[in-house]
């Protein structure tokens, strides 16, 4: 069987991406969670925002030490599997990196000793400013990144001269077209990742009579934010939407598996198909009529052009964009209900009471992690098969490498994966099950310190006494 290098180093990619991903979508939120809660502890002198803050430190050190990990060997496939975007786009994309070094890494790098070590060691102030340079600096990671990804989207401020892109005009770049909305959709998704793991862990003290007192507090802040965020994130995904639609609008029509070249409105919505993109049409089709139209364009009859106005090789694969856009909009409506009913449990004063809804809180956990995944595989196999769109085709950006090499370094980090994050993610979960350090004088806290038995009967008897 004869493999294709660039299939498998798609794959190798996408398998690492995936990995990488998902930690800066945490950290981003954690650490600002941390700096809030020093921030807390400075104004209110109440030792548990003080305990909590430390505690959610240690779980930030090990997410960010993956994080970069799984960052450094992204820059190493750039390198090996697409030496030809690096020659082709590195004149743009090469700096913009390194402005992320300079400024997010060197801020980072700077002041993430001092949070890490510095308890006790330097004076409060100092320690939270420390932190709050950290929040600041993974929020810088993620401005320089998504500039850098979107201009792969959609180019602007550069020439082509022999073939090779060129910058004429940093502003251009830094700000093309597509990073306004892309920077406030993704970094609305960090918080809200972050706020349903620290529900969720707060949901399972709660549950197991652990650390009362700070699982409270963890609830109301994590849910008075989501109730924010989440409906912010309805018009952050609109806008984002609508500027794809503008800017890329082959994508919007594979998002929503529309095929006719030209058809007047009203379209419907496609809530559920089986693309067929042999017979380019969809298969077993449920659709909400004029509901296409009013999302895409804000108007009952307006229409949008489908795949079929654009030529087969410049179409991206329908299928994954098609199911991902669908899944991350199931994981939003998710998230709304489940605030919603908090909210409600928390005007009727119930929030508290251990039952179905924590108990399915406390597993909601990875449901933004999902959301974040399923968004980015939308926008980024709905950009092929460009990997700088009018730029350089992806099937021209790999290395003159051959299968066996891409696919034999694809295993290697496979396993080495498999062992490395299975171990950073078993002993976050170990930190996340032990809970914070307590003292014994602090009534709540002191439960986690009795049997398990015993821990439970304290920690409902507390829970029953905030109803």
């Known amino acids: 069987m004869d493999l294709d290098p660039v299939i498998l180093a798609r794959i190798q990619f996408a398998f690492t991406i995936t990995f990488h991903i998902i930690f800066p979508s945490f950290t981003i939120g954690l650490a600002a969670w941390i700096a809030t809660l020093e921030g807390m502890w400075l104004a209110t002198s109440r030792d548990h925002y003080h305990q909590l803050a430390r505690f959610w430190t240690k779980v930030f050190a090990v997410s960010f030490a993956m994080g970069v990990v799984s960052g450094i060997v992204l820059s190493y496939q750039f390198g090996t599997n697409w030496s030809r975007f690096s020659e082709v786009v590195g004149n743009v994309i090469g700096p913009l990196i390194g402005y992320e070094v300079l400024t997010a890494f060197f801020l ?14 330097v004076p409060p102030w100092l320690h939270f400013v420390a932190c709050v340079a950290v929040a600041v600096g993974t929020t810088m990671s993620a401005f320089w990144i998504l500039s850098a990804n979107s201009w792969m989207q959609f180019p602007a ?40 793991v620290i529900f969720a862990v707060g949901a399972r003290w709660l549950l197991a009579g652990k650390a009362v ?5 963890m609830i109301h802040m994590s849910l008075g934010l989501l109730l924010i965020l989440v409906p912010v994130q309805a018009f952050l995904g609109d806008a984002s939407g609508l ?6 609008p082959v994508k919007v029509a594979a998002m929503e598996g529309h095929w006719p070249a030209e058809e007047a409105g009203p379209i419907p919505w496609v809530l559920f198909a089986w693309p067929n993109e042999k017979e380019e049409r969809n298969d077993f089709q449920i ?5 296409g139209s009013l999302i895409l364009t804000h108007s009952l009859d307006g229409t949008i052009k489908g795949l079929k106005a654009f030529p087969p090789e410049d179409r991206p694969p329908v299928v994954i964009p098609f199911f991902a856009f669908r899944v991350m909009i199931g994981m939003w409506g998710i998230m709304m209900l489940t605030v919603l009913v908090g909210a409600f449990l928390w005007w009727r004063g119930k929030l508290f009471v251990p039952g179905k809804y924590l108990r399915f809180v406390a597993q909601t956990w990875p449901i933004g992690f999902i959301a974040v995944l399923s968004g980015w595989f939308t926008t980024e196999v709905g950009r092929q098969p460009w990997v700088a769109t009018g730029i350089l085709r992806t099937v021209d950006a790999i290395s003159p490498v051959t299968a066996g090499a891409v696919l034999t370094t694809l295993i290697l980090f496979v396993l080495v994966y498999g062992v490395v994050f299975s171990a950073g993610i078993y002993y976050i979960n170990r930190l996340l099950d032990i809970g914070p350090d307590v003292s014994a004088h602090e009534d709540d806290d002191a439960s986690a310190l009795r049997p398990l038995s015993a821990a439970h009967d304290a920690g409902r008897k507390a829970i029953h006494a905030g109803e």
């Open 108 to 121: 980072e790098a700077t002041f993430l000793g001092l949070m890490l070590f510095g308890w006790n060691k």
């Open 157 to 196: 401020g550069h020439e082509i001269r022999d073939g090779i892109a060129v910058p004429v005009d940093w502003m251009k770049i830094i700000f093309n077209p597509t990073f306004p909305t892309r920077l406030g959709h993704m970094v609305v998704a960090a918080y809200i990742t972050t706020a349903f």
């Open 213 to 217: 007192e700070k699982a409270r507090i």
């Open 243 to 248: 500027n794809t639609l503008e800017h890329q």
């Open 287 to 291: 659709a909400i009529p004029y509901a």
